[in-house]
């Protein structure tokens, strides 16, 4: 091929619209005449002139420029032309593009919300100061298991903070914090406030500075220091209405006063909720922070520049081994740090990831659900794109238009999904249980805007693709045959429609397992016996300031004095007292030994100590099973006693009767040495727990808790009731609150929310995907129905009834569901063992949930069928003929 016609070609490969075919050539060989000419006129032969023009890519580059914009001039037309022409064809077939927009709207709206919630809690960073090198340190011990922590992971004692504080290599900066709660009182009604204990360290180590006034200094976290406070935001505002002027001013927290320095702003700190917070050293009395065996101190630390996580968890062990060598009464194992990010979500992770997971089943589903509708609505349209590719149009520009008209449509799902989003990412935090952490960070931004627009588009691509090439693979010349009112199609359509049903059953059957598998996990931990009786029953926190009240028996006294006066009131049936409420907080784990037998080789034994009036356990519904129920002479002077669960008798003393057994607990010096007098039902701390393994002991016995629930059952009003709780309350001390008065019904319902918000998002995708299923179904056959009227009418011509006629139709809508029930059980066999964490007393492959689900989404699709099956029965088959 010559050198020109090289040229030539490379040039009309740049622009290929037929109409500037000719004006293009015209271009092109004026530049190379003149090219030629003018080496000629230097003195080159003919044939060396058309050589050096050839080579002369110079003189043509300016008719390359001017090609490429002709050709973006035109593409950009084009793409205009396109839409205008998706705009009318989508206006013309109204309820195709409504129903469309709707399913795509609720797949793409379910996914983008959910996707908010993983984007705010699991995706984003942490809102600190280099929050990659903030680590979390913990403890080892393998006698604890704490929520939502490594195995066996604890905090620290106070003794063990400070000296890891003083000899770690591999942090910059440690910090430490803790929880009080305190009485405030001076103005107002006296109430209680949830205290955040901090070191000084801690707020500039995570880089949160103080909306108003300043933050501590190391001078305020000393014991001789000024007692000082700092407010949340919250607090500042409900208090003190969010006056400016509040730094100087005093805050009375339990009878001492308190010099407010600052306010914070609102900000989420490891799903820890203070009103106040306060330095930790000044706060907590010198001889208690050398205290080894009480953990409570969490631990943050900063990781030194090219320090790797694996070198801190080293040196964490280290230090704590050292303190082990040193303290040999601590049964700490070992130390380890982990990334305060991993540590902050671990408890919502993998159930956030199992909720996408899901909710993009609910978008494949509803992608499949539109393609078959676009299916049907281009296989309408064979004639329309037959005449245009007998006129001459490029399939590739037919494509472009049918792509155009789907991406048309799904940026329009998709706009109307982030609405739809926008209200699901309120009703969920509403509906959220509280332990979802980061729940103020979750909303809809430019992240999740980005991540709507690439789900849309590959929504289009995907439900667009597909039904396009399929359309585009048909013969022109059948097409062009077939009668305007002709919806046929060919097999591969057919087979294309059913696969498309098929991956629609399956993935909706997956889900409905798995929202089954969670809802009898949740009526199973619902029907769990509590242990006592929860109807009726009130609670009401009655916390006493440790300034007042320093001693066991000032707490005692004020205890047994309102209990006295309660039990005078009138409306009241039956009232008691521990320090530690079923299915919430309180109480406090503790370890102990068992009179005449050794400690076990990896450490002293640990349980959970309550401390009681006689009236709880008649009040709260517990019975005694064994021994007796404390009295009014079980004090402080007399000899120990205490009441072991059932659980923990069982475990301890297997084969014998516990009673007259003693045991040691280790509160300190004095140690209380009680003996068993009686065994008590077990009770639970939570629906989905063990029953708790616990020893209750008098209150006035033993360790010094200025922090008490009262409850009571009533036969009067019970507002009635508790205001005469309160006025009794502040009629032994003015200052003291009565607070967080709460039905024992609803701290049950609370201890389920997790549950009940699992199995709510679940069901709901799961029906969801039922429905576009039934949909995807019921459009599919109905279509096979329009384009087999005239075979229909035949068969009806020809004798058929109208059951056999219906019964074809279900014949093939029951072969489509059970293909696609068949492969949905094998997923569900496979992917269902993801839930197994969140699941109660339920098998993920439990058979009987399997067996009703299948039977469920089996007459789901029966249901779906029975429309178009009783239209084809009653089609008529002279009508049908005569269209023909």
Known sequence: MRALDKIRLRLRSLFRREHADAELDQEIQFHLDRQIEENIAAGMSPEGARYAAARAMGGVTQVEEQCRDARRVNLIDGVFMDFRLAVRTLRKDFTFTVVSGVTLALGIGATTAIFTVVNGVILRPLPFRDAERLVTLWQVNPNYHLPDTPAGAIRFSPGNYLDLRDRSRAFSEIGAFARGSYNLTGAGDPTRVTGGLVSASLFGMLGVRPALGRNFVYSDDRPEADRVVILSRSFWMERFGGDPRVVGRSLRLDDRSHTIIGVMPAFEFLSEDADVWLPIERKIAPENMQWRRSYYVGVIARLKPGVSIQQARQDTDRVVQEIRREHPDDFVKGGIAVPMFDHTVAGVRGLLLILFGAVVFVLLIACANVANLNLAHVGSRRREIAVRLALGAARWRVLRQLLTESLLLAVAGGAAGVIFAMWAVRVLLSLAPAEIPRAAEIHVDAQVLMFTLLAAAGAGIVFGLLPASTSLRGDVQEGLRESSRSTSDGPRARRLRSGLVICEVALALILMIGAGLMTESFRRASAVDPGFDPRGLITMRVPLSETKYPAIAAEAGFYRTLLDRVRGIAGGKSFGMVDGLPFGSGGFDNSFSIDGRPDPADGQLKTDIRRMDPGYFHTIGIPLLAGRNFDRNDRTGTRDVAIVSQSFARKYWPNENPVGKRLMVHFGNPEL???????????????????????????????????????????????????????????????????????????????????????LLLGAFAALAAVLAAVGLYGVLGFTVQSRTREIGVRTALGASAGQVAGLVLRDAIRVASIGLTLGLAGAWALTRVLARLLFEVRPSDPGVFTAVSALLLIVSAAAAYIPARRAARVDPVTALRHE
């Open 673 to 759: 040495r009680p003996e068993i007098v009686g065994v008590a039902a077990d009770v639970r701390n939570a629906f989905d727990a063990q029953p708790l393994e616990c020893v209750y002991v008098p209150y006035p016995q033993g360790r010094h808790i200025t922090d008490m629930y009262l409850v009571l059952r009533a036969d009067a009003d019970q507002a009635t009731v508790v205001k005469a709780v309160r006025a009794a309350a502040q009629s032994i001390d003015s200052d003291q609150p009565v607070f967080r008065v709460r039905r024992m019904e609803e701290i049950l319902s609370a201890s389920l929310a997790a549950r009940r918000f699992e199995m």
